[in-house]
């Protein structure tokens, strides 16, 4: 997308456009003492409201819309504003060497390990979760296209299961190939698997051991889920091949001969496809009723905003359309987080990252320009903001975002003056935050602009 950019020329500020590829934030690092005829205001009208999120795709391996994601959040997770929510994991499994275990064994375990994501872990982490792991009945279309609404059935046997509080620490475990020795890895978590289930994977024919399509028709994967109800989000990482501690299944055999015994670990692989599955109960949560219309958007007086399209805050600026033939020098956009009665504060921190929307065109919903900018810069802190800053002295803390390239695009008519607010990364990030609502009376909403006017 062009941008576009302005160059001052001297005191009496001379103002010449032109379409370039640079990019350079509208004015960004222009807001200096020296600049003149610049006017600044921050009292704009600003309205909003909460929405539902929008569908999550959760895997596609179809042209330019693949989506393949690395975490996955894992919980049955009771949050006391946005209702309940629970996450279960679909993943085949491929086996690594590609040849079936050899005969004559004996069997020492089969284990299902998934390492922990913990910067995706939100709320109490420190209670004890229950899971439960069952064979899917159903294998993956890879012409399809999975949202976190699509689910597989499962068959009715449990082959693993167990009940721990996370552990965030590296482990020690067995490395076994040709012989045993220990090491380190990362947190993760173990779950043993059940003896006659990896009897009956160890026994797939072997034509489909050297196949990995046949392979995962006669295996179709598992589904992994947590049964308790908890006050936290869990998430694990499909995606950690660099390290022994990658996710997968591990087979672990012994050969016993007159002279010797030789143990050997066979490896499966995850995420062949993967895919997440989200099911959410609002009941009555404050966030059911803002949805349901139970509280009038008139009367609502937070934003919700919930990771993974759980819902989505929406803010407009009318005022914004009256501003005609300026140029954006710096617009900063503040808004305040909040504790909603019934909340847990010090269990359920604001999301660390926000990120704003807008919609194109095809109605689409896209970042704003700035955080591109932002991202291709590597600097997304530093240009566009987003992230939570905690207040001090029993003051709310803060989201400020930098929108003065949006903006600019939003006065030369090309888009609405709506954006949507969203949790960041929104296909993965397992918190939520709380606001205030635009226009509340001590803690609005506040949009900083330093325009200059330019002459007809």
């Given at each position: 997308m062009k941008k576009c950019c302005f160059l001052i020329l001297g005191i009496l500020a001379i103002f010449?456009?032109?379409?370039?590829?640079?990019?350079?934030?509208?004015?960004?690092?222009?807001?200096?003492?020296?600049?003149?005829?610049?006017?600044?205001?921050?009292?704009?009208?600003?309205?909003?409201?909460t929405q539902a999120g929008?569908?999550?795709?959760?895997?596609?391996?179809?042209?330019?819309?693949?989506?393949?994601?690395?975490?996955?959040?894992?919980?049955?997770?009771?949050?006391?504003?946005?209702?309940?929510?629970?996450?279960?994991?679909?993943?085949?499994?491929?086996?690594?060497?590609?040849?079936?275990?050899?005969?004559?064994?004996?069997?020492?375990?089969?284990?299902?390990?998934?390492?922990?994501?913990?910067g995706q872990f939100y709320g109490a982490t420190d209670e004890l979760f229950s899971v439960e792991v069952r064979e899917m009945a159903d294998s993956f279309n890879f012409s399809k296209r999975y949202f976190a609404t699509d689910a597989f059935p499962t068959k009715p046997t449990i082959v693993g299961s167990r009940s721990f509080v996370p552990n965030q620490d590296?482990?020690?475990?067995?490395?076994?190939?040709?012989?045993?020795?220990?090491?380190?890895?990362?947190?993760?978590?173990?779950?043993?698997?059940?003896?006659?289930?990896?009897?009956?994977?160890?026994?797939?024919?072997?034509?489909a051991y050297r196949n990995n399509l046949k392979f995962i028709q006669a295996f179709f994967g598992l589904n992994?889920?947590?049964?308790?109800?908890?006050?936290?989000?869990?998430?694990?990482?499909?995606?950690?091949?660099?390290?022994?501690?990658?996710?997968?299944?591990?087979?672990?055999?012994?050969?016993?001969?007159?002279?010797?015994?030789?143990?050997?670990?066979?490896?499966?692989?995850?995420?062949?496809?993967a895919t997440a599955n989200i099911e959410r109960n609002r009941n009555n949560s404050l966030l059911g009723q803002y949805l349901s219309g139970a509280t009038p958007t008139a009367q609502q007086d937070f934003i919700l905003v919930q990771g993974q399209e759980g819902s989505t805050g929406v803010l407009k600026f009318p005022g914004i359309k009256n501003l005609k033939n300026v140029v954006v020098n710096k617009a900063e956009l503040t808004i305040r987080a909040a504790n909603a009665p019934g909340d847990i504060a010090n269990l359920f921190n604001p999301s660390t990252q926000l990120a704003l929307f807008f919609k194109d065109s095809d109605?689409?919903?896209?970042?704003?320009?700035?955080?591109?900018?932002?991202?291709?810069?590597?600097?997304?802190?530093?240009?566009?903001?987003?992230?939570?800053?905690?207040?001090?002295?029993?003051?709310?803390?803060?989201?400020?975002?930098?929108?003065?390239?949006?903006?600019?695009?939003?006065m030369q008519g090309k888009y609405a003056p709506e954006l949507y607010i969203k949790a960041f990364p929104f296909g993965e990030n397992t918190s939520r935050s709380v606001l205030y609502r635009a226009d509340h009376p001590v803690h609005k909403a506040v949009l900083r602009l330093a325009y200059t006017q330019l002459k007809n």
């Open positions: 010449s456009f032109h379409s370039c590829t640079d990019s350079i934030l509208a004015g960004s690092d222009l807001l200096d003492d020296d600049l003149v005829d610049v006017v600044s205001v921050d009292t704009f009208k600003i309205t909003s409201a929008d569908s999550l795709r959760t895997y596609s391996v179809i042209g330019n819309e693949a989506t393949i994601l690395q975490s996955f959040a894992l919980g049955n997770f009771n949050d006391p504003i946005f209702g309940n929510t629970r996450a279960s994991l679909f993943s085949q499994f491929i086996p690594v060497e590609n040849v079936q275990p050899l005969k004559d064994y004996t069997l020492d375990s089969l284990v299902l390990v998934l390492p922990y994501e913990k590296s482990v020690t475990v067995s490395i076994t190939n040709g012989e045993v020795k220990t090491s380190k890895v990362p947190p993760q978590m173990r779950i043993r698997l059940s003896d006659e289930f990896a009897r009956r994977l160890i026994g797939i024919d072997t034509g992994v889920r947590v049964t308790s109800s908890n006050r936290a989000m869990i998430s694990v990482n499909l995606a950690s091949p660099q390290n022994y501690g990658r996710a997968g299944l591990y087979l672990y055999l012994r050969y016993v001969t007159t002279s010797a015994t030789t143990r050997r670990e066979y490896r499966y692989y995850p995420r062949f496809a109605g689409r919903l896209r970042l704003v320009n700035d955080y591109a900018i932002a991202n291709e810069n590597q600097n997304i802190k530093g240009l566009f903001g987003g992230n939570y800053v905690s207040g001090t002295n029993n003051v709310p803390g803060t989201y400020t975002f930098n929108l003065s390239a949006h903006l600019g695009e939003v």
